[in-house]
Structure formats: C-alpha cells, structure tokens
C-alpha cells in the first residue's frame, strides 16, 4: 500500500518468505541477521510475508519507541504461542490482563528449581515454530494426529506442575512462618520480618487480586523472564570476557581494588564503584543482545519518519539491528566494554540506542534486578578464578532468545588469592 515500508526481496507467489523458516534455530538466527542488515542498509523499515501474514521490520530506534509506546498488544505468532504455554502472564499478556497485573507486581523472584521447567520450556517453543513452520500443520485435524501434540502437551503439563509447586512451597512457607511470629515475643518478631523479605510471590500471593490460575500464569513468566534471560546473558558475558584477556585483567584489576583482595559479599556500595564490570555486561548485551527482537501487534496506522505501518500487521523491532545501527560508530562489530567509558563520550547521542531492556511502556521490568544479579555474580567468578574462552568460532541458535549452542567451551583457572 502506498507509503508503505518496501518489501524484503526474494519473497515467491502464495508463500511469501515463508520458505525462509524451513531450517533449524541456527539457520534462523543466520536469516535474522540478514534481514536485519538488509533493514539497516535500506532506510530502516521493510516486510516480509510468511502466506498472506506481513511482518514489518524496523531497525531505527525512535521510529521503535515510537511504535513501542502507541501499540502495547503483543504480535498474533510469538506472542500468542508463548502465551499458549505459559499463559497470559505480564511478559506476554494481552493488554486488558497487562495492565490489571502490572499494579502488583515487584521484581524479587524466589528461587525455583527450574531446570525441568526451562527444558520443557525450550522444547514447547521449538516444536511451537517448527508447528508454525509446516503450515499444514496449523490444520488441528492433521496436528492432533502428530507425536509433536503430544510432545508438546508433556511440555505444558511440566511448566504448569512447576509453577503449582513453586506457589504451593510459597504458602506452605508462609504459613509457618505466620506460625512462629504468633509463638514467640515481640522482639524476635522484627528478625523474622527481616530475614522473611518478601519476594515476588509473596507480593503477588498477598494482594488477592489475581485469580489461581493468573497467579500461576505470572509464576511461569517469571521464571522465564527472570532466570532463563539472566544465565543467558552470564554465559555470553563469560564466553566474550573470556576471549579478551585485556578485557578481564581490568575487570580483575578494578575487582582487586574494590574488595581489596578479598573474597568477601558484595555490599550495595560496591556496586556503584563497580564501573569496568558494569561497561563489559553492557557491551555483552549489546554484542549479542539476548532477546534480538521484540514483536507488537500494529492495531493503528502509525506515520513513522519515512514510511507507515498499516493496522492488522505485526511488528518486528530490531534490536539487534539497533545494537548494529551506524551511530554506534566504525567499531560497531568490536566488542570494547571501554566504548561506555570514554570521555568525552563516543555513545550514540540518542538515548534509545542501547535497547537490551526494550523501551517504551512495556520494557523490561527487571533491569535494575537484573543487572545487580549479573554484576554480583561475574563479580565472585573474576575474582577468584582467570576465564578462558573463544567466542569467534562459537554457533548461535534463536528460539525466541540467543543461546549458544556448540563450540562455547568455557574453561576456569583458579586464581591465587
Ligand atoms: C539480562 C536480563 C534481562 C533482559 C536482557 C531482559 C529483556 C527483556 C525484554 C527485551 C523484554 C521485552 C519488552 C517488550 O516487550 O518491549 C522484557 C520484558 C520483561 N522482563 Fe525482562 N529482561 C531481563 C531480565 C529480567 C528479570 C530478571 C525480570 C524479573 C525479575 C524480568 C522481567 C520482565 C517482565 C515482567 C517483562 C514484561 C514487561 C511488560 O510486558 O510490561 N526481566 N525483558
């Protein structure tokens, strides 16, 4: 339609790009990357058609914040297989239950054995797409005939057992503890208080406002968003800091400064001196940004700078493609933690250009959480022990965030402290 973004070349007669899906999560990553570059060389905004369905790609980041913020609905593929999944917690909820949720919510998790949980989490997303992908399969007669319905059921029966016993260990928790403040005096009182911090369980438990099955709902986006994103990114952030020795000495070096030497917590006060460490997590989200997009579903038509989304589409934001984008400058495919750090500063002047964390009215919740996590922890690891990798070599699968997948070997030496 007239001033419409173009279109991505090589779509065919009735199936669009479609044929672009048929290969694994490392082909996708690989086929991601190039329609991101594609977008970036030729003015910031293209679709792609998978049948009929057109995906906008857009790689500029106000043209991003400014679609992020009018349309908060999440897109009709993803979001609406991930919302089968987990159901229709905060991360991927439809707007009504977006909003109800987001007024209680705080952003400590409790900690979950989770591993089965995220096994069967990633499985259910590959065998979603590899479903989305043989379109016949999108027929419920044929899919119900398939081992992957069945496959898939096991995964969501995992998830949702999962989640149960994470709010069920929460009450049982709860209650005893409510049990041995009645029992004991007023003093003792304030100590259990203070070791009893409320977490995000706690919060949501209390505030009666969601319903069982909303509560569950929210505990397994938040296992997702909380955990599976965070290790995720740590992994990149030992494999990168890993390959550059450079990079680690001076992470070593601000470390030894800092905790003078020794192995002790970390206290808050810490954090904020902590300025190398913080620069080398950013620039491994940058580098590879562990969620690469972020999909909206267009519900108004939007003028962008050179072109407008029709209503009824879907939308890809880039943010890879931002993290790529040339106001990054000539070393944008570096990694340079020292990038952050420069004075006077070589960071792009638009606020936006650092989008890990998403931007707009549904950007990610957990980022001051987050990264005090990765900045305590990478902390613990650098001090005590040298981190030895190689990331060039390193193969990268998308399903629906970046994982390494083979060739990543991370060896650890035990520092003399
Ligand atoms: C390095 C770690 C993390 C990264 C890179 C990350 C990134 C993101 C991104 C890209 C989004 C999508 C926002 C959008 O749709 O525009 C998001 C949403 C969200 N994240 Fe995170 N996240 C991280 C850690 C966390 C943690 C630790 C928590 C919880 C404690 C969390 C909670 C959420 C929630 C609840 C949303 C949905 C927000 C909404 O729809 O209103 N995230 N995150």
Redesign the pocket.
């Known amino acids: 339609e007239p001033g419409e973004p173009p279109i991505l070349p090589g779509s065919l007669p009735l199936i669009g790009h479609g044929y672009m899906l048929l290969g694994d999560t490392v082909y996708f990553w690989q086929k991601f990357k190039e329609i991101s570059y594609t977008c970036l060389q030729n003015g910031h905004a293209l679709y792609f058609l998978i049948g009929t369905q057109k995906f906008y790609v857009l790689t500029d980041p106000e043209d991003i914040c400014l679609v ?1 913020n009018v349309c908060v609905a ?1 897109d009709t593929v993803v979001g609406a297989l991930i919302r089968s999944l987990l159901g229709s917690g ?2 991927f ?1 439809d707007v009504p239950t ?1 909003k109800k949720h ?1 007024t209680t ?1 705080d ?1 400590k ?1 409790e900690e979950a054995d989770s591993v089965k949980f995220l096994e069967a989490y990633d499985q259910a997303i590959s065998n979603g797409i590899a479903t989305y992908c043989k379109f016949w399969l999108r027929c419920d007669l044929l899919y119900n005939m398939t081992d992957m319905k069945i496959k898939q059921e096991n995964c969501i029966r995992i998830v949702h057992e999962t989640s149960d016993l994470v709010l069920q260990k929460k009450r049982m928790k709860n209650k005893r503890n409510r049990a041995k403040i009645n029992s004991v005096d007023n003093n003792i009182e304030a100590d259990i208080k203070k070791d009893t911090a409320k977490c995000f369980a706690d919060l949501l438990l209390e505030s009666n406002v969601l319903t069982e099955q909303e509560l569950r709902h929210e505990v397994n ?2 296992i997702i ?2 955990s599976d ?2 290790s995720t ?1 740590l992994v990149f952030a030992l494999l990168l800091i890993g390959s550059y020795p450079e990079v680690q000495e001076k992470i070593y070096s601000e470390l030894t400064e800092v905790f003078e030497g020794s192995n002790r917590d970390v206290q808050k006060q810490d954090l904020s001196r902590l300025e190398y460490l913080e620069a080398a997590i950013k620039e491994t ?1 940058r580098y590879y940004v ?2 690469p997009f ?1 999909i909206r579903h267009i519900d108004k038509e939007i003028k962008l700078k050179s072109c407008t989304l029709k209503p009824g589409n879907n939308c890809f934001f880039s ?1 890879y493609g931002v993290h790529r984008h040339p106001m990054w400058g000539d070393d944008v495919e570096e990694f340079k933690p020292q990038r952050w750090l420069d004075s006077p500063s070589r960071l792009p002047a638009n606020a936006n250009a650092f989008m ?3 931007v ?1 009215k ?6 001051a ?2 990264m005090m996590t ?1 900045k305590i922890l990478l902390s613990h690891i650098f001090r005590q022990y040298r981190v030895l990798a190689d990331h060039s070599n390193m193969k990268v699968k998308l399903n629906v965030i970046i994982k390494p997948c083979s060739g990543h070997l991370i060896s650890l030496e035990k520092r003399n402290m």
């Open positions: 992020s999440k905060l991360v909820a977006w987001l919510m952003v998790l986006g938040m968003a909380g994103t965070t990114v989200l562990m969620a972020v943010l890990a964390f998403s707009g549904r950007n990610c919740i957990g980022r959480y987050a990765m």
